[in-house]
């Protein structure tokens, strides 16, 4: 069974960056898509960013595309997420996730089997 600790969230003011890094321990790492969801208080969890197992391709949503950049170090077991110009409405916790569903790019919570503790993300404008 795969286990996802996150590191590197914060509090940073707008136009700022955070980079979140989640690593895994236990299972072969390299077997799983990694995605990045986030919750932010009274809302529904929502996906973020993927990217496949290889690391060669990736997706995101819509508001953040040209801001995050997800990446992946299979040698170190470790996925990340660059945050650029962050906004106020970036805050949430943050959440990896691993998808053993094979290649492709994920963007539903249920398609994920291993899930990370989460990461508070705090915007200030």
């Known amino acids: 069974q795969v286990q996802l600790v996150e590191s590197g969230g914060g509090l940073v003011q707008t136009g700022g960056s955070l980079r979140l890094s989640c690593t895994a321990s236990?299972?072969?790492?390299?077997?799983?898509?990694m995605g990045w969801f986030r919750q932010a208080p009274g809302k529904e969890r929502e996906f973020v960013a993927v990217?496949?197992?290889?690391?060669?391709?990736?997706h995101y949503r819509d508001s953040v595309k040209g801001r995050f950049t997800v990446s992946r170090d299979n040698a170190k077991n470790t996925a990340y997420l660059q945050m650029n110009n962050l906004k106020p409405e970036d805050t949430a916790v943050y959440y990896c996730?691993?998808?053993?569903?094979?290649?492709?790019?994920?963007?539903?919570?249920?398609?994920?089997?291993?899930w990370g503790q989460g990461t508070q993300v705090t915007v200030s404008s």
């Open positions: 990217t496949t197992w290889s690391g060669d391709a990736a």
């Open positions: 996730a691993a998808s053993g569903l094979g290649v492709g790019v994920y963007q539903r919570a249920y398609q994920y089997d291993y």
């Open positions: 236990r299972g072969t790492f390299s077997n799983y898509a």
